[in-house]
């Protein structure tokens, strides 16, 4: 299953103008066009009664715990309004479009509510859906709304969801999910009032690329493990899941041309850790999963150097013709295929055609760094084949931005990791037609430490705390490359020391959020301030969850964490047994084994 196609390009959207605000009516004016306008949607007298209900409840009940403006990434424009908060009740139904996508939304959105709520929430479609007393999301094909925004309106009456896309009411759905008390995380009936703040937020995304990426070749991470991941993603309305899946250390999918790969190049992985690989079905219910999230899974396959593994299992390949053993190490930049073999190209169009088959996004990623021992013109050569080859597959290519000295490819993609704020060959490739990703190695390399006393990870790149992944501006980050030629941002998530799921979340969370805003909100809610008191609160909804975090110093968490509970992964996802919070200077354990010395 696949999501529906999206621009590539930023879009060039036109303000939506604000709401008008209705002007002072006397009470009994106003009350006579609530009930006209009520009796005009077929609304019962028990309908009428119930809202009135909500209505006084409302006036008399406490404020939401959670106000319009903790959202994490900031929405483009909110309008409060704290006399029209909303209480969710128990006999609450989920109305939707009647299109497949909108109800499948509608459907995630039940799920996620059930099982803290305890409600039943059923979901029914119609021709233009509305709250009475429920939650509506109305595919309403606002064109100004763009590929994935979306309007949240809150009264007393209830929620609508609008949007032009099924991607838009998805997005839609987690900004609800945030304005619900923490507790919604909660795999278990919770004791709660389940008040939503009242008023009005208009969204939409400032770049068509958010992405992370996921290392599963230095380390593998099963089926599992990478579906929590896009969990993870969707919960900040990331769009992107850049799988790196083959170094080499290890060859992660199956290719039936070429088996080898999968069962003897993706037998190891650094150290002594257990290999592993993704047979085709595999491969296909992670896109599937991700595509269902509105999620595009961008797979990399690393050319022609980080190929040791490819190596390992055919010699033949490489430039001796001989295998090599293993490799288990973390040394980069020694490993290439023959840039001079035609075997060479056919093991490239094989594996890129049936990786193209498996996959129904647009992009092939060919890697493209550290090949350092292939010389320029020869590597520049083969760089510029290979995208021959993907061009021919119909797909659009992007590679590490080493790749900038090769002849430009149409709609060719470099993504930037330097950590310097200037690179003219990247600059020229831009001159030359090519737009970029941005991640630089010193702000969204997600497996640099924290601090000194982080247990995990590296600092090759700087220490990279929650601030300075938040405070860089992508539009103007690398000198002389025009911000329209910046698609988005995207945080890789190297995995050299990065051995469980517990780890991943750790090196994840508080930092990913922060990169998710940069990608998603409009420059001008830019506030490490404001980011840091909003991020803050999001610890309390982690830990409900069952998600691993790091409780960094800079951020105002609440004053006792609250203790992890178990948690199911979404609807479709197997279970994962959740590690606890992990503080400043302690690795991220799993319950009930002991934390390395």
Known sequence: MSAAPEPLDPPQLADLPAPPEAAPAP????AARADDAAQAAGRTAGELARAAERKAAALLAPPAPTRLGDVVPAPERIEPDATADYLLAADAVIRVSADPAAVAVAGQLAALLRPATGYPLPVTDAATPVPSG??????SGEAALGAEGYRLDITTDGVRIAAGTAAGLFHGVQTLRQ???AAVESATPATERWVLPGGSILDRPR???????????RHFFGVTDVLRVIDHLA?????RLHLHLTDDQGWRIAIDSWPRLATVGGAGAVGEA????YTRADYQRIVAYAADRHITVIPEIDLPGHTHAALTAYGELAPDRVAPPPYTGTEVGFSYVDPASERTYDFVADVLGEIAALTPGRWLHIGGDEAFKVPAEVYAAFVERVQHIVAGLGREVIGWHQIAPAAHADRRILQWWGTTGEDPVTTEAVRRGARLILSPGNHAYLDMKYAPDTPIGHDWAGLIDVRRAYDWDPASHLAGVPAEAVLGVEAPLWTESVTTLAEIEFMLFPRLPA???????????????????RLALHGTRWAAAGIAYHRCPELPWPATPPVPAPRRPSPGAEPAEPPPVSRSGEPPVRPGTTPPS
């Open 27 to 30: 009470e009994a004016e106003t």
């Open 134 to 139: 429920g939650i509506a999301l109305d595919l």
């Open 179 to 181: 304005l619900l008390p």
């Open 207 to 217: 770049y068509p690329h958010r992405g992370a990426m996921l290392d599963v070749a």
């Open 235 to 239: 919960r900040y309305k990331l769009n």
């Open 274 to 277: 257990p290999g592993g690989y």
């Open 515 to 533: 990169i998710a805003e940069l990608g998603w909100s409009p420059r001008s809610t830019h506030d490490w301030g404001a980011f840091r008191e």
